[in-house]
């Protein structure tokens, strides 16, 4: 199955690409990796997650939330490069929590991200990651996270 068929099979229809809130670009190729900018937990226009793990929500809402911040990086590199078939791996993750004080659980947080880009690209979708807790975040967002992925020339 492609990518795009096993989104499909997991009911997830990609968003449009979402537009910078700032002066930067929504991902970048060189040479043979696209990168993406920080995806945020939007949905429908909206912020679907805001505040701090720890206080504001559960583990569950922030693995939700970096789901959905995945589900938005993916829309972006089918942007970049179409068809998303042409992706020939997801070489890293970078992952950042909107952590209150004293809150460790940043790892299960990004496996929301971590888990749907092996849903979808299968081994392709394995990848080292990054998993960084952080004090504030834009927009009060739970959870920013961007991809790394290679394509051929």
Not at 86 to 115: F, T
Request: charged share 20%; hydrophobic share 40%.
């Amino acid at each position: 199955m492609t990518p795009e068929q096993h989104l499909k099979s997991l009911g997830i229809t990609l968003p449009q690409a979402p537009p910078p809130v700032a002066a930067y670009l929504p991902w970048l190729q060189t040479g043979q990796l696209v990168v993406t900018s920080g995806q945020l937990p939007w949905r429908d226009g909206e912020m679907a997650y805001t505040g701090k793990l720890g206080t504001d929500l559960t583990d569950d809402e922030g693995y939700q939330a970096a789901r959905l911040c995945a589900i938005n990086a993916i829309a972006q590199l089918k942007e970049a490069v179409g068809e998303l078939s042409r992706i020939k791996q997801i070489v890293r993750l970078e992952g950042y929590v909107h952590a209150a004080p004293g809150y460790r659980g940043h790892p299960l947080v990004l496996n929301g991200a971590s888990d749907l880009l092996s849903e979808v690209f299968g081994e392709c979708g394995m990848h080292t990651r990054l998993a960084l807790g952080i004090n504030e975040m834009p927009l009060d967002a739970a959870v920013q996270l961007c991809l790394w992925a290679e394509v051929p020339d």
